[in-house]
Structure formats: C-alpha cells, structure tokens
C-alpha cells in the first residue's frame, strides 16, 4: 500500500467520499494509479463512485484487493475491462467475467501477444495466465490460437490437461468435432505428467463430449487441485494454477490442509489473490523499498523542540531493516511511526501484508490519527496533502494538520 492510501484507509469510511472529493485530483492519481495496495475504504468508494478513468487506474493496479478486482469486473466499461484483465494480481473468476468484453474489444495478436514474446520470463507467465482464460472463450479462433501458442512455447505445465479439455469443450462447442481433431494434436505432447484413466481416455477421444466434461470435473475437482498445489514450487505457477480451470475453491478443504502440513510460501501468495481467502493463509511478496530515501530515527530535542535525527539509520538498507523488524515483532509499528522520517517513509517501511503486522500497523496508525484528525474532511485531506512534502515523523505532520484545520477560538 502506497503511504497515501494507507493514511487514508485510516479515516471513518463515513468520510472517505467526502475526503476524496476535497484532495486535488493529482493526488487521487497517486492514491490509485500507483503499482501498490490500495486501501479497502478508498477502493470500495472509487468502485461505487470513481469516474471511467479512476476505475481503469484501479483496475490495472497489483495492490487492488480480489475483492475490488471482482467488484470492478460485474459492470465494467471496456477500459475497465482491459485493466481486469491484464492485471496480474486478477483472480479467475474477474477475469471470466470480463472475458468476452476483452475478446471482442482486442485484436487477436495482442491477447496472446507476439511469437518472440515468450522468450521473456515475465510475457511468458502472463502468456500462460491469459491462455488458462481465454480457452473458455466463445470465439473458436481465440481457443485455436491459445493452443498454437502453448504449443510453440512448448510448455509442459501440471495444469495444462485440465486447460486442454476445457479448450476442446469450448470447440466442440462453437466450431465443431473437427475443429478439435485440427487443434489439438499440436499442444497434446505438452500434458505432463501421469493422467487418470479418465483423463487419458478424454485427450484421447476429444471429441466425445460427454467424456471430456467427466475427464474434466475429476481433473479440476479441489482434491486433484489441492494435490497439484503441494507439488508447485514457484508464484508464478502457483498462480497459473489457480487461473486454469478449476472448481470454486474449497476454503475450509485448503485450511484443513494447511493445518495439516503448511503451505509453501509461494502458494499462499497466490491463494492470497483469491476472493474470500482467509486470513489465516494470506502470505504477500514483501514491498520493495531500493528506489525510495531511507528512513531516519527522530525526535524533538526537549530544550529547543527541534526534530533531531539519528545518524545511525542513516544507511542504504535501513527501510528494509526497519520492516524485517516489524515483521519479526522486534519492532512495533507504534515506535516506527513516532520516530521514522519523513512520515512517508515510515509508512513505506510498514506495508506489510502479514495479518497481525498489518493489524498492529492499523492499530498503531488510528491510535495516532484518530484524536488528532477525527472525523474532520478538512483535517485529513490537509494531512494527505502534506504527507508528500513533510520531513518529519507522523506525529509532527498531524500537529500540522489539526493546526491548519482547527475551528478558531
């Protein structure tokens, strides 16, 4: 969460509307165009309110919740849309529903992108999430050419039976038997592993309908899902994972199985995308904080009321020392936001996602903003205003800000 969404998720949510409207529109474009997670309040309200441009902004942002990606994905205008779609943070059930919308709007060259494309990791995973979806297309041309592009990719995924039976369902349906026996045998050597009866039988005779609809529900059920799941070892598959056909995920099946042997790291990171993961198993990738100034120690010298600093934090890793300690529970967010400057900086080095840091972040946050801030509009758009600039820790900055705002006497 950038530090302007994360002040201002702190705000009553009966303000947040109005606090928005009152903040300079440029300052709404850093609260939400910015690649980083996006406070519940300020989602909730673009995506009730926001205009076509605020929705796409959010709608292309990885720090949007599955809940708001899938809010935004219900009605959404064809930027919108696009933005859902290509989000990689865009849980499966989003990206369905604005399937159809996307395919019509797009060329298709740019929905499976070029031939040479794949040779770079990060088009080559965004490739093999966008085929995991655009198989259940109704447009025949977007299945076949999903299957020609695995095929010259080459790729042999543990997901990709369940892919392919769900790509010769959708043929079998808008294009016919033949379509299927044209399209297939290109992509078929990359299935990998050791199919079931069943499943060996369907991508064998892909052109029984009824087979294949079996091959499928056996293969995308969450006992076979959940078993794929303990063998992935990266993100990026976890995720295709999760993107490829599936059942709706079981939640207390995916609990049970946690408890009773522990989740890798990689896949709760991609459960955590999911709508309606619980908390128990959201793990995050950490924030990066290379490209922003350090955070110093500060406080007020008693005799002059000068901010003083700390030349002992003053080193190229300190954002990342300071929030290795928080998440080891070393360090409390309430000592972080006291002393860490500037405020901006502070709030970088807390954008954790771990549940109870994030809590003891929020705790600590309307501990501090609460008494000074209130349910005053004024008071808290003045205090996102000066967060940018501000060089002192948070306390100093919230002084200022109820100094600005407060009724004269």
Request: net charge positive; glycine share 6%; hydrophobic share 45%.
């Amino acid at each position: 969460m950038n530090p302007l969404a994360l002040l201002l998720d702190q705000a009553p949510a009966s303000i947040t509307g109005a606090v928005l409207r009152r903040i300079d529109p440029r300052l709404r474009a850093e609260l939400f165009a910015r690649p980083s997670r996006v406070g519940e309040a300020a989602g909730a309200y673009l995506v009730a309110h926001g205009d076509v441009d605020e929705r796409a902004w959010l709608a292309g942002n990885p720090g949007a919740t599955p809940e708001t990606l899938s809010d935004l994905a219900r009605a959404p205008e064809p930027a919108v849309a696009a933005g859902v779609f290509a989000n990689p943070v865009s849980p499966r059930e989003a990206r369905l529903r604005v399937l159809t919308r996307v395919v019509a709007a797009t060329p298709l060259r740019e929905l499976l992108y070029n031939e040479l494309d794949h040779r770079q990791i990060s088009r080559r995973d965004a490739l093999f999430e966008r085929v995991c979806v655009l198989v259940e297309s109704d447009d025949p041309r977007v299945v076949t050419r999903a299957f020609d592009r695995l095929a010259q990719h080459g790729a042999r995924r543990p997901w990709l039976s369940g892919v392919l039976l769900r790509g010769c369902l959708s043929l079998l349906r808008t294009a016919g038997p033949a379509a299927v026996t044209a399209a297939l045998p290109r992509v078929l050597p990359q299935a990998t592993g050791t199919p079931s009866d069943t499943v060996a039988a369907a991508l064998a005779a892909p052109t029984d309908a009824a087979l294949v609809t079996r091959a499928l529900d056996e293969f995308t059920g969450m006992p076979a899902v959940v078993a794929r799941l303990r063998d992935e070892k990266n993100l990026p598959g976890a995720a295709a994972m999760l993107l490829a056909p599936r059942g709706p995920l079981d939640w207390d099946l995916v609990l049970r199985e946690h408890r009773r042997l522990p989740w890798s790291e990689y896949v709760r990171m991609a459960l955590a995308m999911q709508p309606g993961c619980p908390p128990e198993l959201r793990a995050y990738l950490p924030a990066s904080s290379s490209r922003h100034p350090v955070t110093e120690w500060v406080d007020a010298d008693p005799a002059t009321g000068r901010i003083v600093g700390s030349p002992v934090f003053r080193d190229d890793r300190s954002n990342a020392s300071v929030r290795r300690a928080h998440t080891r529970g070393t360090l409390s967010a309430a000592v972080i936001l006291r002393h860490g400057a500037p405020a901006r900086n502070a709030l970088r080095a807390l954008d954790q996602r771990d549940t109870d840091r994030y809590a003891d972040t929020r705790t600590a946050l309307r501990a501090l903003t609460r008494p000074a801030l209130g349910d005053r509009t004024e008071a808290w758009a003045v205090a996102l205003a000066l967060l940018p600039d501000f060089t002192g820790p948070l306390p100093h900055l919230l002084i200022a800000a109820d100094g600005i705002t407060a009724p004269r006497r």
